[in-house]
């Protein structure tokens, strides 16, 4: 099957869809992870924000789709949303692996719900011992809010990201606004089982660091502080 008769074939399932940018460290592991669910007939559009690597060129010559959009992770996640065919759509970052057949459950979710959205538990990969205790706080506070990180992979039918205007085309915050506004809709789905996503950030920057910087930029968009202004404080 042709990568262009696959993404048609493919217009009443599921696309992944991969913001990238600079990513030729993570991109052999990326790959395979995704090349997975290419086999599995799964629809995937990575979406580059301006590379000046040979990220585009690698993911191209190992078979990928991608396409190009301004830099940013929001557009770049809106511009993978619309050059898709499928009825239902799961974001993954760049450094975040889906479990084992994550597929399966998502199908079984839209098949029963076909207007459904929602995201997975997380595990964070890396050296600091609070990691696993981070993970537990962030999956329990997603249960009791509503609200989901692009850590978890968020994943919505296409029917849902359309009625909520998609991803808001802002620099920060950008998972936590659209959950806001898909439970106005509905109640998310939290799926158990664990995506793996690196915790790179916290072993850089220490993790009382950057949990502390993280609440406080959270308590500062409740607030209703412009997320641009936010976006250099996390920088």
Known sequence: ??????HQANNTGLAIIVPVLNELKVLPDLLKHLQHWQQRGIEVVL???GSSDTTVEAAKAAGF???TATAGRALQMNAGAQASASANLLFLHADTRLPANAD?????IFKTTPQAWGRFDVHIEGCSRLLPLIALLMNIRSRL????T??????MSRELYNRVGGYPEQPLMEDIEISKRLKQICAPVCLKQKATTSGRRWDTHGSWHTITLMWQLRWAYWRGTPANQLAERYR
């Open 65 to 67: 789709r991608v396409i």
């Open 145 to 148: 809010t509503g609200i989901a």
């Open 104 to 108: 399966q459950h998502l199908q079984a």
């Open 150 to 155: 692009g850590d978890q992979a968020i994943f």
């Open 1 to 6: 099957m042709t990568e262009h008769s696959r």
């Open 47 to 49: 979406v580059d924000g």
